[in-house]
């Protein structure tokens, strides 16, 4: 593999996915043991998301979650992937950010999306309607002029303990919302590895546009996808059935289920309906041997200049997923905290 003169980031974002077998709380205990474990391999952060009243995830109030995975950890940044702005009043986000960031100083990321809830009951329930993802410009405006001291909105109030804290903020973001995330000069999550040339050209307009601003000198990429790494081919794509047996299952019945093991789903009998999203939905993520791996990896980082890279597996195998987490971890050259990184592995532009 070639060399690069700077390491390149690996982090996890971790969807609480429920499992068969296993209710929403187990998950939501799953997620802070898996940070654990994420830390001991030495990725850079641990970040949760925010679903509402969807089956098969149980993470609907991240900077809850967070503030668990934080103080079960003690050294992997910390964050939300994300928080969905137009779900909540900018005021009340940057409250809870900053008890965070009082709590585990130096450690909580921000991150923030544009989704609004996914069907109209849900966003009724939170009082918000599809309109308001178009507002969010101006909300994350407003929750930044929280942090810093500069909103005007609103005289006299603060949002305390937040003003005046370094909590880094991050745009999750494709098409327009990475234009927005130039704009306002602040680093870009971007996903997913499946439309790969929509993903190239999303990185190369946030680049262009950037912006710099008080948070950002400079345009900073994460890239975001599912990688599966095993010790053989089909190993690593039994790692992806669960998930796109689900994704094709909500396609078909407009609900998503919590995930089924591997072998439940090679025995199942499909639709043809069903098995086309099925296969659609295996295609296209990082999944192999290591040797395989590593050189999507090294394609990836060519055609994005990837600052870091953001992993999303879920698969209902829990060994499998921290084996696959540990060979990555071994490729990428992560080292826990405290140890000296290895010689050669995967690594970032120069």
Excluded: C
Excluded at 262 to 277: L, V, Y
Excluded at 328 to 339: D, E, K, Q, S, Y
């Amino acid at each position: 593999m070639s060399s690069f003169s700077a390491p390149l980031r690996f982090s996890f974002l971790d969807r609480s996915r429920t499992r068969q077998g296993h209710d929403a709380p187990q998950a939501l205990r799953d997620t802070v043991a898996l940070a654990r474990t994420v830390e001991d391999l030495g990725y850079h952060r641990f970040w949760v998301s925010e679903h509402h009243s969807v089956p098969g995830v149980a993470g609907s109030a991240p900077t809850v979650l967070a503030a668990a995975v934080a103080a079960a950890t003690s050294t992997v940044r910390v964050g939300t992937g994300g928080v969905m702005l137009p779900n909540h009043r900018p005021f009340v986000v940057a409250e809870q950010f900053g008890v965070l960031a009082s709590l585990f100083p130096g450690r909580i990321d921000m991150g923030l999306g544009r989704s609004v809830g996914f069907t109209d009951g849900v966003r009724k329930a939170l009082g918000r309607d599809k309109q308001d993802a178009r507002a969010f410009a101006g909300q994350l405006a407003e929750l930044l002029g929280w942090l810093d001291g500069t909103q005007q909105a609103h005289p006299g109030v603060h949002a305390r303990p937040a003003e005046g804290l370094r909590i880094p903020p991050y745009v999750l973001a494709t098409g327009e919302g990475a234009a927005l995330a130039a704009a306002a000069g602040l680093p870009l999550v971007v996903g997913d590895l499946r439309t790969r040339e929509e993903l190239v050209r999303a990185v190369d307009g946030y680049r262009t546009a950037f912006r710099p601003s008080a948070w950002a000198d400079e345009p900073y990429v994460i890239v975001s996808g599912t990688v599966a790494v095993a010790g053989s081919e089909e190993e690593a794509r039994r790692l992806l059935l669960p998930e796109a047996w689900a994704m094709a299952y909500s396609r078909t019945h407009g609900t998503f289920p919590p995930l089924a093991p591997a072998g439940e789903i090679e025995n199942r009998t499909m639709t043809d309906r069903e098995r086309g999203f099925f296969e659609s939905g295996l295609r296209g993520h990082l999944a192999g041997t290591g040797g395989r791996v590593a050189a999507g990896l090294e394609q990836l980082v060519e055609e994005t200049g990837a600052d870091e890279v953001m992993v999303t597996t879920s698969t209902h195998d829990r060994a499998a997923l921290v084996d696959s987490l540990t060979r990555l971890a071994r490729l990428a050259g992560l080292t826990a905290p405290g140890t000296t990184a290895p010689e050669g592995g995967v690594h970032s532009r120069g």
